[in-house]
């Protein structure tokens, strides 16, 4: 059963959040274990992998210059199309917002459901994160109110706990454990990783719901209008990327459309305008169909090939 979840994680992701959508009070329990679950998530998620090569991936140009991409540039390239096309006030900050928002921290375990490895992913990651509050600063400078700031205690907690003891304990364990004892378990590990990674579409979707409850041709709209944002994110980096090969885009790809929205908001608050929370409530469903997107894509490319 675990093997067949992990096999079609990527249909699972989706379908998770509509059972989300459609029972809020699941969604509201499982999110009140959220913190808990990304603790383990980015735990299980680094022990496969080497610290040594991770912190060698992060301290790289090319890593870092993704992180600027993906928060910096595509907020400013962002703000610059919707101020064009005449949008104003709290939806183009919130726009702004969604796209100076780091990646999930669970990008390595997206990445491993489409069967690439994770290094890559969480170095990216972690550089993003580590840039995302200037770019936050820089969008609530310049369009939200003169008395906008970061919680930037909350922000450097939330590092701590998500990121670096993950990391701490990752490198303890993987030194008492035998590296031939790691290799035959961690495929298991693995495996229930990703029943870890499906609980997020699902405790994410009951701010949807409740804009939809609230008011169906907003929520709607919004979700139309994060769908296109998913896409973009998506689609600018892999095509940014594929001149470094196909393996690379995809990853950049997965890594950029997945967005830690609950970490900007809880740093943000009440600063994101009244638009900011249901936006990123319907960014939910088409960012957790980007996994099934980078898999059909795969499928593809390596059937071309053969």
Same mark, same amino acid.
């Given at each position: 059963?675990?093997?067949?979840?992990?096999? @079609?994680?990527?249909?699972?992701?989706?379908?998770?959040?509509? +059972?989300?959508?459609?029972?809020?009070?699941?969604?509201?329990?499982?999110?009140? #274990?959220? *913190?808990? +679950?990304?603790? $383990?998530?980015?735990?299980?998620?680094?022990?496969?992998?080497?610290?040594?090569?991770?912190?060698?991936?992060?301290?790289?140009?090319?890593?870092?210059?993704?992180?600027? /991409?993906?928060?910096?540039?595509?907020?400013?390239?962002?703000?610059?199309?919707?101020?064009?096309?005449?949008?104003?006030?709290?939806?183009?900050?919130?726009?702004?917002?969604?796209?100076?928002?780091?990646?999930?921290?669970?990008?390595?375990?997206?990445?491993?459901? %489409?069967?690439?490895?994770?290094?890559?992913?969480?170095?990216?990651?972690?550089?993003?994160?580590?840039?995302?509050?200037?770019?936050?600063?820089?969008?609530?400078?310049?369009?939200?109110?003169?008395?906008? @700031?970061?919680?930037?205690?909350?922000?450097?907690?939330?590092? +701590?706990? #998500?990121?670096?003891? *993950?990391? /701490?304990?990752?490198?303890?364990?993987?030194?008492? !454990?035998?590296?031939?004892?790691?290799?035959?378990?961690?495929?298991?590990?693995?495996?229930?990783?990703?029943?870890?990674?499906?609980?997020?579409?699902? &405790?994410?979707?009951?701010?949807?719901?409740?804009? $939809?409850?609230?008011? *169906?041709?907003?929520?709607?709209?919004?979700?139309?209008?994060?769908?296109?944002?998913?896409?973009?994110? #998506?689609?600018?980096?892999? $095509?940014?990327?594929?001149? $470094? &090969?196909?393996?690379?885009? !995809?990853?950049?790809?997965? %890594?950029?459309?997945?967005?830690? +929205?609950?970490?900007?908001?809880?740093?943000?608050?009440?600063?994101?305008?009244?638009?900011?929370? =249901?936006?990123?409530?319907?960014?939910?469903? =088409?960012?957790?169909?980007?996994?099934?997107?980078?898999? #059909?894509? %795969?499928?593809? @490319?390596?059937?071309?090939?053969?």
């Amino acid at each position: 059963m675990l093997r067949f979840i992990a096999r @079609h994680s990527t249909l699972i992701m989706p379908l998770c959040a509509v +059972v989300g959508f459609i029972s809020p009070e699941l969604s509201n329990m499982v999110l009140a #274990y959220l *913190p808990e +679950v990304l603790f $383990f998530l980015m735990f299980f998620t680094l022990l496969g992998i080497d610290q040594y090569a991770l912190f060698k991936r992060i301290i790289s140009r090319y890593v870092w210059i993704f992180a600027v /991409l993906q928060s910096a540039g595509l907020s400013l390239l962002l703000v610059a199309i919707a101020y064009l096309l005449g949008v104003r006030g709290d939806l183009l900050l919130a726009i702004a917002g969604l796209a100076a928002t780091a990646p999930l921290f669970g990008s390595g375990a997206l990445v491993n459901a %489409v069967g690439f490895d994770a290094l890559l992913a969480m170095a990216k990651t972690i550089a993003a994160t580590l840039v995302m509050p200037v770019t936050l600063l820089a969008v609530l400078w310049l369009l939200g109110d003169t008395d906008a @700031h970061l919680d930037l205690v909350t922000y450097s907690k939330r590092l +701590v706990i #998500y990121i670096m003891m *993950p990391m /701490l304990l990752a490198v303890v364990a993987r030194r008492l !454990i035998a590296p031939a004892t790691l290799a035959r378990y961690y495929p298991k590990i693995a495996q229930f990783n990703i029943l870890l990674l499906l609980l997020f579409p699902l &405790g994410l979707m009951a701010g949807f719901r409740q804009t $939809f409850d609230n008011n *169906p041709w907003e929520a709607l709209s919004l979700l139309a209008l994060s769908s296109v944002l998913a896409l973009f994110f #998506y689609f600018s980096a892999y $095509f940014t990327y594929r001149r $470094f &090969g196909y393996e690379n885009a !995809i990853v950049a790809a997965l %890594v950029c459309g997945g967005r830690n +929205v609950l970490l900007a908001y809880t740093i943000t608050v009440p600063f994101m305008g009244a638009l900011f929370l =249901p936006l990123l409530g319907a960014f939910q469903l =088409p960012a957790f169909c980007l996994p099934m997107l980078g898999k #059909y894509m %795969v499928k593809r @490319h390596r059937a071309r090939e053969e």
